[in-house]
């Protein structure tokens, strides 16, 4: 399997996959009723949307490789599921096994080399395969690796009591930071002269999008302020998940409102292939638009 890859000025980006499922677009947005999808299906299909109108979504990690630096965002679901919440988790992968690690490492990038880990968030498919089980202990992932955390996620999750955030933190994250591997930032750290965060509130309240900026040439990785590309067609429609739907509009909002019809490229945290695209307005509309 060949990894998506892209080249923003002198920034690589390769995607390496976990796995691709479906849900019904109508479970997974309340707004998505079958006149709501009709004016956007037919740019939706095939890569986005499948013959019975489920939404394809894909969980993935992004490499991003900048002035020297090798950066891993998000770690997807992995295999080092807390007991409590499970179901949730076999449900998307399909499987117990995970074949995230052994991808990014067919694609050139041993856990050794990851010098950056940086999670635009603190869900679940987000997080996995920041810790792994070896002989029964949960052991950082990455060695060689900071692992970034935005302060303001790390401190809403730590303050809830549902059992099911508990136990991921437990797991994935509160290992890195014992281990002295977190570094726990601003939502608008600069990573690189060519990487930083950019705040987009609303899914989480520490939500991050990772900005790229080189030669001339832009890109965002959306993390989950939009979670399938009809959102960019239908900002306000929000998923169960989001933490303040309001504000998860909003952010679209801004991101419409700045770069619709210009050169950034979207590349989606949960866009299946081709993953990535522009912002375009067609008779009025505004459609993402891949390839
Ligand atoms: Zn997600």
Known sequence: MSNLTWQIGCVRVTRIEETLTTIPLTSFFAAATPEALAPHLPW???????????????????????????????????ENWPESNPLERSALLGDPTSPFLGNLERAGFQRERIDVVLCTHLHFDHVGCNTMRVDDTVVPTFPNARYLFARTEWEHWRAQEDPGFAATLRETVEPILAAGLADLVECD????????????????????????ASQGKEALVTGDMAHHPVQWAEPTWGIAADSDGAQATRTRQRILAQHTDDDLLI?????????????????????????
């Open 44 to 78: 939706l299909r095939p890569h986005f949307v499948d013959a019975q109108d489920h939404a394809i979504l894909s969980i993935h990690g992004l490499v991003v490789e900048s002035q020297g630096r090798t950066i891993l965002v998000d770690t997807c679901i992995g």
């Open 189 to 212: 750290h600069v990573v690189t002269d060519e990487v930083r965060l950019e705040p987009t509130p609303g899914h989480t309240p520490g939500h991050v999008s990772v900005r790229i």
């Open 267 to 291: 590349i989606g945290t949960h866009y299946a292939p081709p993953t990535a695209g522009r912002l375009v307005r067609r008779d009025g509309r505004v459609r993402f638009a891949s390839g």
